[in-house]
């Protein structure tokens, strides 16, 4: 599937659907069970044109699990997932084996949240999920067959185009805040955050990537800005007659490439 979207904002990259099915696709990439991956690699596998698979046993770690919509799985992190985003654990850190010790954020925290307190009031509001699936897929859309349906389509974006986009989110409502820019492990802004959107009357497409831990993982002049289907299809709608046909628009992805 090819998106006049792509096409007139000069993406570096095509975007990503991720879908949700109970068929495995072949030669899809894979975590091994049980062994530590991040999702946001994953993601730029698919945005590079793999196709990646992941389930209840092969999600890279508990944040994964989590943005991925397998459930709660911040329930089994050590020593608290509240901990960790904020001050660290202290204490639990003096009892964990040798293998645990060797992360310094179990004990000093990663420092995204000013106490534990306020990171437990994040933790809570997160629309927790659990598919009705077996897989989460990440797939280009130019590779997407016509019988399967995403769920949300996420474009890597520049700041350029990143404007453009949140303008197209815009164009056919004329108020309201039609992107939101949440706080959130980067895998949380790729699918639970913008699926939860995807079940209200007027979803809004989410900005996202902007989680320090996945920066690594992600080229550093991108963000992700993800968007229900739904509302993917009425943007695409709207491309034709819009500023992205107009002078403006085109002076500036003259700079962009």
Request: charged share 25%; hydrophobic share 40%.
């Amino acid at each position: 599937m090819k998106s006049k979207i792509a096409e007139a904002t000069g993406l570096r990259y095509p975007p990503v659907a991720i879908i949700l099915t109970n068929d495995r696709p072949e030669g899809a990439l894979q975590f091994k069970e049980g062994r530590w991956g991040c999702v946001g690699a994953m993601f730029m596998a698919a945005a590079r044109g793999r196709t990646a698979v992941f389930d209840r046993k092969t999600f890279g770690c508990l944040g994964g699990g989590v943005g991925l919509g397998f459930g709660n799985q911040y329930v089994h992190f050590p020593g608290g997932i509240e901990y960790f985003i904020s001050t660290g654990n202290k204490e639990f850190f003096k009892t964990c084996s040798s293998h645990m010790r060797t992360s310094a954020a179990l004990e000093e925290g990663e420092g995204y949240f000013k106490s534990p307190e306020i990171a437990k009031k994040f933790v809570d509001a997160l629309p927790m999920t659990d598919v009705p699936t077996e897989y989460v897929v990440f797939k280009p859309l130019d590779q997407m067959g016509e019988e399967e349906k995403p769920e949300i389509i996420v474009f890597l974006a520049n700041a350029d185009q990143l404007s453009a986009l949140a303008v197209l989110a815009n164009y056919d409502r004329g108020a309201g805040q039609s992107v939101i820019v949440p706080f959130g492990a980067g895998c949380h802004t790729l699918f639970i955050i913008p699926y939860n959107e995807a079940r209200s009357e007027q979803p809004r497409a989410v900005i996202g990537l902007t989680d320090i831990s996945v920066r690594k993982h992600i080229d550093k002049d991108l963000l992700s800005f993800a968007v229900p289907y739904k509302m993917f299809r009425q943007m695409e709608a709207n491309v034709e007659g819009s500023f992205l046909q107009k002078e403006t628009w085109l002076k500036v992805l003259e700079r962009s490439r």
